[in-house]
């Protein structure tokens, strides 16, 4: 039997459900992106909200908004689905109330646009990953030119981008008379409010100035800081849950014990009180961003390429592996140096608790769908701190270790001719393929501008400092190194 409200009361006694009343629940936020990811974190966070405080003014509706995938999954369990969380040991299951309508896809575009217009909506969030807002990855721009949104800015009345349908939602809003909702980004990216805003002003400049100057003045963008380890969900994952829950779950979410929201209170038109289930409203966004994607995201990335490198399926493997642990202990040490942290917050406890996280071998997370779209991620993860140690003057050997294994995950990539993951793939496997020899092959992909920009490729030390740490890594036992490669 299908997980639905009519089969909620079917469940074993110890799974977690909605003891609110869903069908009272307003969907006053529209979602675009309901992937593994939201459903483990502001979904989670919302339910949470319904349950212990009441006010079911506050329920998510959410679009898939390149497929229907998730759609087709729950709506027929009426936006249900099942939570589980991981600990080394121990398994706590909840099945999640706060969704309570799903848009699917391009064909629902138009619908999804018609409750983004309406009054009924008071804030678009957002979790479609560091591609999804097509900007430019070295400066953070607005990519006018990329296909979708050239598309868009075509036609703007019958957008397919999450950009064209807040603009376009945003515009009949105001020529509706109605205010505006606001914007919260819900992804790794640094100062997310303001790369939003910046991203929407930039297509709506491109529509109708004048809308543009009401956007700037009257739409809220808080940042927020999001951090919960949620691998993709796998079919080992959904037989185990169906099990424990007895009934059919098509999509539940796996993910870890930690859950961190760290949020700017600035909205137009309310919000819930998210900090009634552990949210945390600050406005030291920019150093909890910035602890967040380098010291977490940071030596994940670099985690995952060296695991790529060494055969580590996940991240729990990689860790048990002391070639990579001896490098990310000093990298640790490299990002804590020039990192600003939040107030009350210690940094070296911080890097403690993500190695439990890292190491909890219940979560499957794969090195490879973390090392998937390095374009995006590198410049905020990796390269931020690298710059702020060379204005400091300081050497960052850990950091060139870092970029010396995505250079050789790319040269690995191309010469075996597998797929990579990246909206950049071809301008980078294209140079991955120019040379083996390893001067050059860092000479080639520091070209790459969209992610080294013009200062990277120019600093000598740093150049020299990526070349010795490929060798190094092309001569440690257990690395396997694209073949031919030449020191
Ligand atoms: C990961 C993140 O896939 C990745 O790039 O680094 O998704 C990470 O698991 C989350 O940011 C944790 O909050």
Partial sequence: MRLSNASLGQLPAQIGRPAYDRSKVTGSIVHLGIGAFHRAHQAMFTDAVLESVGDLSWGIVGAGVISADMQKALVPQDGLYTLAEMGADSENLRVIGSIVGVFGGVED???LLAKMSDISTRIVSITVTEKGYCLDPATGKLQIQAPAIAADLA????????????????????????????????????????????????????????????????VRFPSTMVDRITPATTDADRARVNGLIGLEDAWPVVTEEFCQWVIEDTFTMGRPQWDKAGAIFSDELESWENMKLRCLNGAHSTLSYLGQLTGRETVADAMQLPLITDILDPLWVEIREVLHAPKGVNTADYVESLKHRFRNPSLKHRTAQIASDGSQKL?????????????????????????????LFAVKTASENAVMNDPLASEILERARRSLKIEEIVGNLLGLEKIFGTDLPANAAFRAAVVEKMRVLAKTSGVSVPAGLQA
Avoid: H, Y
């Avoid at 105001?174 to 980004?185: Q, R, W």
């Avoid at 990796?382 to 970029?403: E, F, H, N, Q, V």
């Fill in 109 to 111: 575009a138009p619908a």
């Fill in 379 to 407: 410049p905020q993860r990796l390269l931020a701190p690298l710059r702020d140690r060379i204005a400091k003057g300081l050497a960052s050997p850990a950091i060139a270790t870092a970029i010396a294994a995505w250079m």
């Fill in 155 to 218: 036609n703007p009345a019958t957008p397919k981008t999450i950009l064209g349908l807040i603009v376009q939602a945003l515009k009949n809003r105001k020529e509706a008379g109605i205010p505006p909702f606001t914007v919260l980004s819900c992804d790794n990216l640094p100062q997310n409010g303001k790369l939003a805003k910046a991203a929407v002003l930039a297509f709506a400049q491109e529509v109708d100035a004048g809308l543009a100057k009401w956007v700037e003045a009257e």
